[in-house]
Each structure stands twice: as C-alpha cells, then as structure tokens.
C-alpha cells in the first residue's frame, strides 16, 4: 500500500441505495448507509445462522457513522482516512463482541462491513467478511475487495478453480466477522477513481445470485443511481433471492 501523505479532498458522489429482505427469510438483517453529503458509504450483513445478526448489523453501521462523521470533518489526509477507517472498524467489533458477551440472547451474533470514502482521485476502503466493494470504470467491472470464506482460501490456495466456485450455490463460511472474537483485522484498500465511475457496495444476497457480467450491464446503465440500486435487487430477486439483499450505488459527478 502507498503510505505517501495526501491532502485529502473531497469528490463528488451521489448515492442510491435499496435494501430487501429476499424472497426466503423472513426478516432483514442487513443494515446500511449513505453519507448525505457523499463523503463515505457503509453496509453491513448479520451473518447467517447467528441470533442477534440483525443488531450486529445495526451496530456496525451506527459505530462507523460516529466515527466518520466525527472524523471525516476536518478533512484528514488520505493515511488519516485509512487509519479511521481501520479504528471504526475495530471499535464496532468491540461493540458488538461486548454486547453479545453481556446479552445471552445475542451471544455469538456478528456482521460483515464494507465500507468506502470517496475522495478526489481515489476511493479509500476497508471491509471485514464477504460484503464486496465493485468499481465500474467505462464497460470494466474490477471487485475491489477479497470474500473473507473458506471458498475464497480454497481458490487461493489453488484447491479449487474460479470457475467452479462461481457455480457454488452457496460461498462458505466465513473466516472473518465483526463481533465474533474480541480483535478482528480488516483489510484496507486505496483505489483509483474518476469522474463517471460507477461503485457498488453490496451484500452477498446479490452477489449470490447474480454474476459480474449481469452486474456490469446493470451498473452501466444510463439511469439514475437509485434505479440503478432498486433494479439489482430486484434481479436479484428475480433469480430467487435466498437471502437479503442490500446494495448502495454511488457515481462520482463529473
């Protein structure tokens, strides 16, 4: 990672966002959220098969938004922005580590989170789980960020082929969360960005279900970013919705 400091400044982005609970579950436990003033986006999936995954969620995002909006007002420099987002995001662990702890009915409850900070020229990222941060540039659809599953440490470590694990029908188990042990490690990233670029931050509900090429034609549209975000959900559905789905899009202005 380029560590060089950095003036921060900040770009212009403009949200949409759409959150659905699927066509199986029967509640939504995905959580997200949208900065007004298009400085930072944050989304969070309560893990499958743990009670309390929606408040996990909820709290993810309410620890992160303290955070940034606190942070993010003196317009830090880039290293600033990377180490705030390293700091919520460890913050929102405790959080929820130590609510389950103190609360047997959320006990073992956990999240993903994925969130992104857009400023002029580069997005800055960091993300725990298999949440994923997408970068449309023109036609070209980069993933940003690496699934924390046991299906992703199969790929790299050459037990599986991409191909075939893009046909599982479901990803794996996690092998990184927020709330589940007392220290979790996210993964930071600094990327480029240009006016017209299109990002996407989503949960696996629609990654599950759609792939990257049906993305890209979708996030390539001509249309505004709230349409855009309503029409990936509702394909996502549309493919059977197996779970909760929850995307925020965001366009840097030109």
Request: hydrophobic share 40%; charged share 25%; with cysteine.
């Amino acid at each position: 990672m380029d560590v060089r400091p950095r003036q921060t400044a900040w770009t212009g982005c403009e949200f949409g966002s759409f959150s659905d609970v699927g066509k199986v579950r029967r509640r939504n436990e995905d959580a997200l959220y949208a900065d007004p003033g298009g400085r930072y986006a944050v989304l969070a999936d309560g893990m499958g098969g743990y009670r309390g995954g929606d408040v996990a969620a909820e709290m993810a995002v309410t620890v992160v938004r303290s955070a940034l909006d606190e942070g993010l007002a003196n317009t830090p420099d880039r290293d600033e922005v990377a180490r705030l987002l390293f700091d919520a995001t460890r913050d929102a662990n405790t959080a929820i580590y130590k609510a389950g702890q103190a609360d047997p009915e959320l006990a073992g409850m956990g999240c993903t989170l994925v969130m992104a900070t857009f400023l002029e020229g580069e997005v800055v990222s960091a993300h725990v789980g298999d949440s994923r941060l997408y970068r449309l540039h023109e036609t070209r659809l980069t993933l940003l960020t690496r699934d924390h599953t046991m299906l992703q440490e199969q790929v790299d470590g050459g037990i599986i082929g991409a191909e075939e694990a893009r046909a599982y029908t479901y990803r794996g188990l996690l092998t990184r969360g927020l709330g589940v042990a007392d220290e979790v490690l996210p993964d930071l990233g600094i990327h480029d960005a240009a006016a017209g670029d299109v990002f996407l931050l989503c949960s696996d509900g629609l990654t599950d279900m759609l792939d990257d090429q049906c993305i890209a034609a979708i996030m390539a549209r001509k249309a505004a970013v709230g349409d855009i975000a309503t029409v990936l959900v509702q394909h996502a559905n549309d493919q059977g919705g197996r779970d909760n789905v929850s995307v925020i899009v965001g366009r840097l202005v030109v």
